[in-house]
T-cell receptor, first 113, second 112 residues
Framework: DTEVTQTPKHLVMGMTNKKSLKCEQH?????MYWYKQKAKKPPELMFV???????INESVPSRFSPECPNSSLLNLHLHALQPEDSALYLC????????????FGPGTRLTVL | KQEVTQIPAALSVPEGENLVLNCSFT??????LQWFRQDPGKGLTSLLL?????REQTSGRLNASLDKSSGRSTLYIAASQPGDSATYLC???????????FGKGTKLTVNP
């Protein structure tokens, strides 16, 4: 298995909702990442997990809460989002640190109403 | 602070043409450079990874070169096809940091 999967593909939520994004990989990678991408912009790093521990939080608002239950799974919990949080959320993984090749999932298109 | 620039921002070519996409970076202290392809609304597909000690990497019709001292990389696409139409992003893994720094991408259109 050489892919990163993300669910759901699309998500529409209100500002008072709580939802979660899920990312999974079975390549034995020990680093996993969340990125946010707005239209016509490059991805922006949000969080990095290395060996299931949070190693980077790029000053992301607390309404985004990451979780890494095990080495194959990464979640992003969403609560009280704002319309400007609407974006494509990408998950990626790599063998070890950021200096290994990163593999991206297809993304979740999030719309906040 | 590392800055990555991709020129041109957009490129339109006829099918069959060989083409070169450019990526430049300001700090040569990099671990590697990765080229990605992104189709509209989709995730990123890794095309090639060049380690800082390497000069080039090849995969099929793609060839990427790296000149670390001058802060440049090129992605050469041979015999372009309409299916190559996408946005191409380069990203550098910066020494001393755990972040990938992305360029803004080149949007390629290959016309039949």
């Amino acid at each position: 298995d050489t892919e990163v999967t993300q669910t759901p593909k699309h998500l529409v939520m209100g500002m008072t909702n709580k939802k979660s994004l899920k990312c999974e990989q079975h390549m034995g990678h020990r680093a996993m990442y969340w990125y946010k991408q707005k239209a016509k912009k490059p991805p922006e790093l949000m969080f990095v997990y290395s060996y299931e521990k949070l190693s980077i939080n790029e000053s992301v608002p607390s309404r985004f809460s990451p979780e890494c239950p095990n080495s194959s799974l990464l979640n992003l919990h969403l609560h009280a989002l704002q319309p400007e949080d609407s974006a494509l959320y990408l998950c990626a993984s790599s063998l070890g640190t950021l200096w290994n090749e990163q593999f991206f999932g297809p993304g979740t298109r999030l719309t906040v109403l | 602070k590392q800055e990555v620039t991709q020129i041109p921002a957009a490129l339109s070519v006829p099918e069959g043409e060989n083409l070169v996409l450019n990526c430049s970076f300001t700090d040569s202290a990099i671990y590697n450079l990765q080229w990605f392809r992104q189709d509209p609304g989709k995730g990123l597909t890794s095309l090639l990874l060049i380690q800082s000690s390497q000069r080039e990497q090849t995969s099929g019709r793609l060839n990427a070169s790296l000149d670390k001292s001058s802060g440049r990389s090129t992605l050469y696409i041979a015999a372009s096809q309409p299916g190559d139409s996408a946005t191409y992003l380069c990203a550098v893994a910066q020494g001393g940091s755990e972040k990938l720094v992305f360029g803004k991408g080149t949007k390629l259109t290959v016309n039949p």
